[in-house]
């Protein structure tokens, strides 16, 4: 499927987005089960903070739901038309920014940091749960609540919707559908950026690291009392804490992307030592982690510049607006490796020459 997924990715997506646009419709006619705004009672708990976490805070299915139709039903053509390659006329240019505009809205604005809470704390509940009281504070019916799932799916779909961008142009432009080289492949802004991008991507995530590990081993930070009390007692510190140290652990293994260990399996890995790592055992994480951080970061970025930031709520909100930073640095370092690592394609031939590995500058270590 990794190898043919240009020719059924378009395909894919028209078949999700008319199946949504089906809901909306759905929604539109009375129906329930609306995830958005109104529809969400996580969101309405704290009605004056539902547009500040997210864009369609005050969304309601009248409103929502016939637009929901609306691009589901232009969306499923559209994907349709990408799918087969059209590009005739105007099609060409508008095919790929309806597109890109549906992958942002999708993977960017209408997310929260929501979606990031159930894929990062899904590992950590299955790890600490059965060992701690967390069975009495948390359950999954708690955090899979249907909004949530739904911003999930949503997500996912935004990347299948950047994928068809992807091989879209692959067709139209007469590069490579399987590797995406042209006739003249020259090195781009990626491999440039991608050691600097690397770096960046490893020092950005650190002072949210920083402020979880704090909380959890008894400083507040300057945070409300009686709030730093309250989470002492349910144990969401270290859940942050947990949190945290997945986040520096990412950060770590991000250094691969530039390392010898990031190509080849270190000694100390009894049985994979030696063997050459599968390239999308890196990519396909990196560019998962930097799309759920940076719709995560959209909404504290919101959150400050509605509310801004003072001496007892910056722990809560500062250290996340970096990881607008952190998700496009991650994004550009994995593409970059992503290009470095892929060697000769089996369909068109090209490729295989060896490249020097972007970021040795910075960390002495020599391809």
């Keep these: 499927m990794r190898s043919t997924w240009h020719r059924w990715i378009g395909y894919a997506t028209a078949a999700w987005t008319l199946a949504y646009g089906a809901l909306g419709l759905h929604w539109t006619l009375g129906g329930g089960g609306f ?22 805070g005050h969304a309601t299915p009248e409103a929502a739901g016939p637009v929901i139709a609306a691009l589901g039903a232009a969306g499923a053509v559209a994907a349709v038309l990408m799918a087969r390659g059209c590009a005739k006329g105007p099609a060409r240019w508008l095919l790929p920014a309806f597109a890109w505009t549906i992958a942002v809205g999708l993977t960017v604005l209408i997310q929260d940091y ?39 799916v949503c997500l996912l779909a935004g990347v299948a919707w950047a994928l068809t961008a992807v091989a879209y142009r692959r067709k139209v432009t007469g590069s490579c559908v399987t590797c995406g080289r042209g006739e003249d492949d020259r090195p781009s802004l990626l491999d440039r950026w991608g050691g600097r991008a690397t770096w960046i991507a490893f020092a950005a995530p650190m002072l949210y690291c920083a402020t979880r590990w704090a909380w959890a081993l008894g400083f507040s930070l300057g945070i409300d009392p009686e709030y730093y009390r309250e989470g002492q007692e349910t144990g969401l510190w270290f859940a942050g804490a947990a949190l945290g140290t997945f986040g520096a652990l990412g950060a770590v293994l991000t250094l691969g992307l530039v390392q010898r260990w990031g190509e080849v399996f270190p000694r100390w890995m009894i049985g994979l030592r030696g063997r050459r790592v599968p390239p999308m055992l890196a990519v396909v994480p990196a560019v998962l982690v930097s799309v759920l951080i940076t719709s ?25 607006v970096f990881w607008a ?14 290009r470095r690592r892929r060697g000769a394609c089996r369909e068109c031939g090209r490729g295989g020459a060896s490249v020097a590995r972007p970021g040795s500058e910075f960390v002495g270590v020599a391809r």
């Design 35 to 56: 995830p958005f705004g109104t529809g969400d009672a996580e969101l309405m708990a704290e009605r004056d903070m539902a547009l500040k976490v997210s864009l369609l």
């Design 114 to 152: 929501r979606t990031l809470l159930v894929v990062a704390y899904t590992p950590i509940m299955i790890i600490v749960k059965p060992f701690t009281d967390w069975n009495e504070a948390f359950s999954w019916g708690d955090l899979y609540l249907m909004p949530r799932v739904n911003l999930l």
């Design 296 to 320: 995560a970061a959209g909404m504290y970025i919101r959150l400050v510049a509605i509310d801004g930031v003072t001496a007892s709520t910056w722990p809560l909100t500062l250290p996340e």
């Design 325 to 338: 930073v952190w998700g496009v640095a991650l994004f550009i370092a994995a593409m970059a490796y992503h």
